[in-house]
């Protein structure tokens, strides 16, 4: 089991910045990849990027791609997403989640589908 709880989402403006942070609990979080989703009002949930347990990182969706950047902590069971340059259309719900399947420790997935454990999400709110 994997509990994960996403914290530091908030109302910004246009070219400013977030970090997001999603803090596991309950399986060794170094034994798994985890990846940054988020939902916008009436679209469907969109994969940002993700991270291997040994911190490799997948492309980054084009619409983020050099101004998001995932990291992890292995030591403080801890995922980061820094956001910059935000825009309104990055408003959304930013999930955290898990995907414990063994084989994806070192080649973390880009489906929704293969994720098993999600956090509550937080909101992201950015004006223009």
């Known amino acids: 089991q994997v509990q994960l709880a996403e914290s530091g989402g908030g109302l910004v403006q246009a070219g400013g910045s977030l970090r997001l942070s999603c803090a596991a609990s309950?399986?060794?979080?170094?034994?798994?990849?985890m990846g940054w989703f988020r939902q916008a009002p009436g679209k469907e949930r969109e994969f940002i990027v993700a991270?291997?347990?040994?911190?490799?990182?997948?492309d980054y969706a084009a619409s983020v791609k050099g101004r998001f950047t995932i990291s992890r902590d292995n030591a403080k069971n801890t995922l980061y997403l820094q956001m910059n340059s935000l825009k309104p259309e990055d408003t959304a719900v930013y999930f955290c989640?898990?995907?414990?399947?063994?084989?994806?420790?070192?080649?973390?997935?880009?489906?929704?589908?293969?994720?098993?454990?999600w956090g509550q999400g937080t909101q992201v709110t950015v004006s223009s």
């Open positions: 989640a898990a995907d414990t399947d063994y084989s994806s420790r070192y080649y973390p997935s880009t489906i929704t589908g293969n994720y098993d454990y």
């Open positions: 309950g399986r060794t979080f170094s034994s798994y990849a």
């Open positions: 991270v291997s347990v040994n911190s490799i990182i997948t």
